[in-house]
């Protein structure tokens, strides 16, 4: 059956930190070890932020509390989040360019902030058909039902679509539904595996 969208992952495939990982860079910004923002970022609270139940400040308040830091590096917070990211142009203009053949589809883990910074500093204006955010939906990767709802709010079948995504727990979580998968490696990898696939329709 021939494709007929593309769903794309945003944080690590689409959006990507200035140098390094996530984590490392932040443990940088913030002067502590790489494990302890690794433990941060795998509690239940990380997951509250990106459904959306708690904003930026409450979820910051909580980092520091937990990292044992003291209010002054509040502000590190808030600019990592905002000017320690950019867009991939390459990428950017490849699905822009398959958008007119193919529906285009982001569906993100992301808190609140990420339809404010969408038009501002990341500028992905054109690119994308439909946006499916975990803030938006209170549904997150790689939760199946993420999956089902995205097929139907696109109305694709399964096997219509390819879903790409940089972290293998992801993967495993759409092709549960039967959702052809690529891991996201770097974007040459990722348009070379994607035109594959398309050229063999």
């Not at 990507?16 to 923002?37: C, M, Q, Y």
């Not at 950019?86 to 339809?115: C, D, S």
Request: with cysteine.
């Amino acid at each position: 059956m021939s494709t007929k969208a593309i769903i794309w992952d945003f944080a690590g495939v689409l959006l990507h930190t200035v140098k390094g990982d996530f984590n490392s860079l932040l443990a940088e910004r913030l002067d502590v070890p790489l494990e302890e923002i690794v433990r941060v970022f795998s509690t239940e609270e990380n997951s509250q932020w990106d459904l959306g139940e708690i904003d930026d400040h409450d979820f910051f308040t909580f980092v520091l509390k937990e990292l044992r830091l003291p209010e002054e590096k509040r502000a590190v917070l808030d600019r990592f989040v905002l000017k320690d990211f950019y867009v991939q142009a390459e990428l950017l203009e490849y699905i822009r360019g398959i958008r007119k053949t193919y529906m285009t589809v982001l569906l993100t883990n992301f808190p609140t902030h990420l339809h404010d910074f969408l038009k501002t500093d990341w500028h992905i204006e054109n690119t994308f058909d439909h946006l499916i955010a975990s803030c938006d939906i209170k549904l997150i990767k790689p939760d199946e039902r993420i999956y089902r709802y995205t097929l139907e709010k696109i109305g694709c079948r399964a096997e219509e679509t390819i879903f790409i995504d940089d972290r293998e727990v992801n993967i495993k979580g759409a092709q549960a539904v039967g959702i052809p998968s690529l891991l996201y490696r770097n974007t040459p990898q990722i348009i070379a595996d994607i035109q594959k696939i398309l050229d063999s329709d």
